[in-house]
């Protein structure tokens, strides 16, 4: 199993540029989740999705787009990319309800800086 | 407003001594709290769980000790190894509320000094 897959693990975005973080995972996972990271802040939700064809807003959800066409894979998607997006994102994904039947597993991170 | 604490960005820990993470939350409707640990350039990964209805969980050299009225749980490592030096999260979450949602604290970066 590979797990939880991000691609890419880097990214430099031009402010008004847009691009689509990809998310991928093989274990069969209904609850898929994506967070951000600040530099000495916590993760926080964007988006959520329960199972395919399902997402939810999260915590941060402004600027961010999310669709799940199938079980394995959770696209995230910045449309117009501003300074205040840079961030690390991450991944996860769980097979039941977050700390009741499973715990969230999660990818490696994208690194993502806007200029 | 952070309904998940952790008030010490850091600490530092001699090898084979104990460390103490601490973590504060607000929501008493949380009922299940987790541990991650982050290394650089990784995801958290799950350390340990403890369920609203203990006060203690242990596994190896980790134990999450949790007190409700104070809202309040501690991990402890015994004996502290180099290899544990990472950031630490703490995470809470509402589950007979039905959440699927993690609350995360900012964590705490742990230094085990050989």
């Known amino acids: 199993n590979a797990g939880v897959t991000q691609t890419p693990k880097f990214r430099i975005l031009k402010i008004g540029q847009s691009m689509t973080l990809q998310c991928a995972q093989d274990?069969?996972?209904?609850?898929m989740y994506w967070y951000r990271q600040d530099p000495g802040m916590g993760l926080k939700l964007i988006y959520y999705s329960v199972g395919a064809g399902i997402t939810d807003k999260g915590e941060v959800p402004n600027g961010y787009n999310v669709s799940r066409s199938t079980t394995e894979d959770f696209p995230l998607r910045l449309e117009l990319a501003a300074p205040s997006q840079t961030s690390v994102y991450f991944c996860a994904s769980s097979y039941g309800l977050a700390g009741v039947t499973d715990t969230q597993y999660f990818g490696p991170g994208t690194r993502l800086t806007v200029l | 407003d952070q309904q998940v604490k952790q008030n010490s960005p850091s600490l530092s820990v001699q090898e084979g001594r104990i460390s103490i993470l601490n973590c504060d939350y607000t929501?008493?409707?949380?009922?299940?709290f987790l541990w991650y640990k982050k290394y650089p350039a990784e995801g958290p990964t799950f350390l340990i769980s403890i369920s609203s209805i203990k006060d203690k969980n242990e596994d190896g050299r980790f134990t999450v000790f949790l007190n409700k009225s104070a809202k309040h749980l501690s991990l402890h490592i015994v004996p502290s190894q180099p290899g544990d030096s990472a950031v630490y999260f703490c995470a809470a979450s509402d589950n007979q509320g039905g959440s699927e949602k993690l609350v995360f604290g900012k964590g705490t970066k742990l230094t085990v000094n050989p």
């Open positions: 274990m069969n996972h209904n609850y």
């Open positions: 929501n008493s409707m949380f009922d299940y």
